[in-house]
């Protein structure tokens, strides 16, 4: 959804029902989306006749990881890294947390590397191939 509002960001506010027919995503699903989207630092709505969906900020300062942790909660690998300080009680002395910990940051560090418009220019340059830092 939200690349495809990027992708049309010179257009206007954007309605559901043509992001949901461009993408093949149904309006129901983006419904849920938008409950979880719609906060001032990402997108811009207006009701009515021209009603729709805009991003607010330029398509450059959305991260992936930012979306991903907006949508789905977190990106921790396991949940003892979920607060900091770690609250686990076996932390101090857990052999394995060191490699949650550098997965974390991996996740974190390549999830924040990466915006919307890297995604664009990507598939613009490369086709739909994979991405390449």
Sequence with gaps: ??????????????????????????KKYLEQLVTLLNRPEILRTNRGNKGGYMLAKDPSQ???GQILRITEGGLTPVSCLEDEPNRCDRSDFCKTLPVWQGLDK???????????????DNFINNGAGEYYI
Excluded at 110 to 115: A, E, F, K, M, V
């Design 1 to 26: 959804m939200l690349i495809d509002l990027a992708e049309h960001k010179n257009s206007g506010f954007i309605s559901l029902n043509d992001i949901s027919q461009r993408q093949g995503i149904s």
């Design 62 to 64: 959305y991260t992936i």
């Design 106 to 120: 991996v996740i974190n560090d390549y999830l924040d590397g990466i915006t919307l418009q890297d995604i664009i």
